[in-house]
């Protein structure tokens, strides 16, 4: 049993970690990530050797390019929204003013806002006051020629644009991967409740009047490296632990149990008991510890090697499937 993080941690780090604790092997982006995870661990008496750090994949682009100076390359520049930061309708109406603005004084460039989902659509994330719709209550259906919206996936965008504007999206990481520099806006000012904290050390805040003026910072190669940005083959390494841990398993022939859960009836009742139904579903469905070994396919090769094979070569798929197979069996 694998999990990890999808993006950049930046709040609710005990809380979500102790979430994950259970699982045989806990994926982590970051140098900085498994320091603190490990302390965390540590003290609370917990074994941090399930952490496995693996880099943060999205800024590990399989073409990675050298990052490039603001001016020297594309004139476009994208800005990347987010769901959910900022909250406010003030301050999206503030952001989409001043790209507005920049793109009244700057024709010459194509301003591409590309909120996350379009009008009415949802994701994860119930998202208020939509860009596209907020900009209509605001400036009515007109807007300069070289202002628009766009949807899709990010990558083609990062292929075309010169610099990458935001608030505290992941997206900048990407950019980053890509060659394409970034500005983390402080406009709104810098604050956990925005998430910007996060890139306060990256040497990469700055603010519109910047974008204005021309001075895009660079971003700290130290804290890139610090926060996971394209580490080399580090789903090597999770892929290794995977695999010594199912050939142990299967020379024992059976399933070791799972690391204990901090959240037990003495620590905590309310959590442990509102997810008894779930423990016990689950319970049910896990083989029993003395089962026999692992079914073999028609090629004598076992399931479990399949299994890793497929966590090498297409672990996005491997964790779909597996997701979609146990929740399955819970039904």
Not at 15 to 34: K, M, P, Q, Y
Not at 38 to 62: E, F, I, K, P
Not at 191 to 209: Q, T, V, W, Y
Not at 216 to 227: A, G, K, Y
């Amino acid at each position: 049993m694998v999990t990890g993080y999808n993006g950049v941690v930046y709040e609710k780090h005990l809380e979500g970690l102790l979430w994950r604790i259970g699982f045989d092997l806990i994926a982590v982006n970051s140098a900085n990530d498994h320091a603190v995870f490990s302390r965390h661990l540590d003290a609370l008496g917990m074994d941090s050797r399930v952490l496995v750090r693996t880099g943060l994949l999205l800024a590990q682009a399989s073409d990675h390019r050298p990052l490039i100076t603001y001016g020297e390359g594309p004139r476009d520049i994208l800005f990347a929204t987010q769901a959910v930061v900022p909250r406010t309708r003030a301050e999206r109406a503030y952001l989409l003013t001043r790209l507005r603005q920049l793109a009244e004084i700057q024709p010459d460039r194509l301003v591409i806002i590309k909120p996350r989902t379009r009008p009415h659509e949802q994701t994860f994330h119930v998202e208020k006051h939509h860009y596209e719709t907020l900009y209509v209550d605001l400036f009515g259906a007109e807007r300069p020629s070289n202002l628009v919206f766009a949807y899709g996936a990010l990558s083609p965008f990062l292929q075309r644009v010169g610099l990458l504007v935001t608030v505290s999206s992941t997206a900048l990481l990407e950019g980053l991967a890509y060659g394409v520099p970034g500005v983390a806006l402080t406009d709104l000012g810098v604050k956990e409740s925005l998430g910007n904290h996060f890139f306060a050390l990256s040497g990469m805040l700055a603010s519109f009047d910047d974008v204005l003026d021309g001075r895009v910072p660079h971003p700290s190669p130290e804290w890139l490296r610090l926060n996971g940005f394209a580490e080399q083959d580090r789903i090597g390494a999770l892929v290794q632990h995977a695999q010594t841990l199912l050939e142990y398993q299967e020379e024992l022939g059976y399933f070791l149990p799972l690391q204990a859960a901090y959240y037990t009836p003495r620590r905590a009742r309310f959590i442990y008991e509102s997810s008894l139904p779930l423990r016990q579903a689950w319970e049910t469905s896990r083989p029993m510890n003395g089962s026999s070994k692992r079914k073999k396919n028609k090629n004598g090769t076992s399931t479990l090697r399949r299994k890793v094979a497929k966590l090498r070569h297409s672990p996005s798929r491997f964790f779909v499937d597996a997701i979609r197979n146990r929740l399955t069996r819970l039904d």
